[in-house]
């Protein structure tokens, strides 16, 4: 004799399937909670590691902290002068592993042209850096693909988007024209006088692919003196670039540092710069949470659809199991275990199918990409070159929990109305 309760033996054996509408509602409501599952992993997945990818690339390639100085009287950013001082007080507090020079600002490229190949053009950001000391230096470095993290004398560093966007290749030269120098022609020309802009001429040493559209297609790297040049800074800079042991501490260590330099210093966090970028993944990720729970619920109405029919083909059962002696509970557990017993299942497999889809994702795209050339997560819109994923076990926790209650709770009504059945009614008309 099976040590199971009554309940959950009829359970299973009215599940059994049989060619009935009954048994294909089933089945969709099954393959429907299942659904549900695997796209709310999937997609859950994608956007935690899109928000994971977005922090780490910011934090490998964008400083902890940003210092400029503020103009007194205008409170707008002006040149530093005495940043080796600066440097000095913002090394002291114990927070701050390392503190960089740098130089930043658009300007100008063109690329050598010749009778085949016209010059190209483009207005990409240049980071002059002091590569001893700037912490973005070996994240660069780390991710070359091409030539070397070399930025003595001319020569310079730049994305792979950028590069294949300009043809180019180590050892080509492009010709760089600053804000300054634009700003001189732009003043010749209001003038009417005559102005030559000799741009400087730099060499390209090596290309890296950081994964992130936005550093591979508009970054270039320099060192501080030429970008210092480019600038006419002479020893002055734009900042200090701060790298802190905890990066999470940023906004405290600002504060930190804005008393212990004074009014005339501003600061920017990698947080607040991204913040906006931050804020609206998040935002995102709960939305199509909510959104894509609504597939359960779809399969839960199935179940509870079900369900009523089923009480309804089986009210003469239930009329029997009342007059020998079954309770009202035990009559209601028969329906509530029959639906606790498709969540299970469901659940189960989009757990399976989530899981597998997240880890072969990539593949499923490259496959996708090469069949039919269409490019679903394009790198220049979400600054990706592979779908990233990350699986929380407790998101997946409460994803596969919360479906598995959904599907219990279809089958409450039905249940509780089986439960109130009374024989005299249930056999009647028997």
Known sequence: ???????????????????????????????????????????????????????SKIIGFSPHITVMQEDPTTGSATTMQNYQAVAKAISSNQNVIAVSPFVAGPVLVETEGDTNHPALQDCPVIRGIDSRKDGSANTFSNDLIEGTFNLNGHGIVVGADFASHLNLQIGDHLSVYSAVEINKIRQALKDKTDYAALPDDYEVRGIFNAGYYEYDSRLILASLENAQDLYNLDDSVHGLFVTLKNPDSANLVANQLGKTLGDNFSF???????????????????????????????????????????????????????????????????????????????????????????????????????????????????????????????????????????????????????GRLKPVEALRYE
């Not at 054996?13 to 992993?41: E, Q």
């Not at 779908?387 to 994803?399: M, Q, R, W």
């Open 268 to 418: 920017q966090t990698w947080m607040t710069d991204n913040s906006q970028m931050l804020t609206a993944i998040e935002v995102e990720k709960n939305v199509m949470f909510y959104l894509l729970f609504f597939i359960v619920l779809v399969a839960a109405l199935c179940i509870l659809s079900a369900q009523i029919t089923f009480v309804i083909q089986k009210t003469r059962e239930i009329g029997m199991l009342k007059a020998l002696g079954a309770t009202r509970w035990q009559i209601s557990g028969i329906f509530l275990f029959q639906s606790a017993i498709i969540g299970v299942i469901g659940v189960t497999a989009g757990f399976g199918l989530g899981m597998l889809a997240v880890t072969y994702r990539n593949e499923f795209l490259h496959f996708l990409r090469h069949v039919t050339g269409l490019e679903i997560f394009p790198a220049s819109v979400y600054g990706f070159g592979e779908l990233p994923a990350l699986i929380t076990p407790s998101d997946v926790a409460v994803i596969c929990l919360t479906s598995f209650v959904i599907c219990v709770l279809g089958g409450l009504l039905p249940a509780w109305r089986a």
């Open 1 to 55: 004799m099976s040590k199971l309760p009554f309940e959950l033996l009829l359970a299973l054996r009215y599940l059994r399937p049989k060619r009935t509408f009954v048994s294909i509602i089933t089945l969709i409501s099954i393959v429907g909670v299942a659904l549900g599952v695997a796209v709310l992993i999937i997609v859950i997945s994608v956007m935690s590691g899109f928000d994971q990818d977005f922090r």
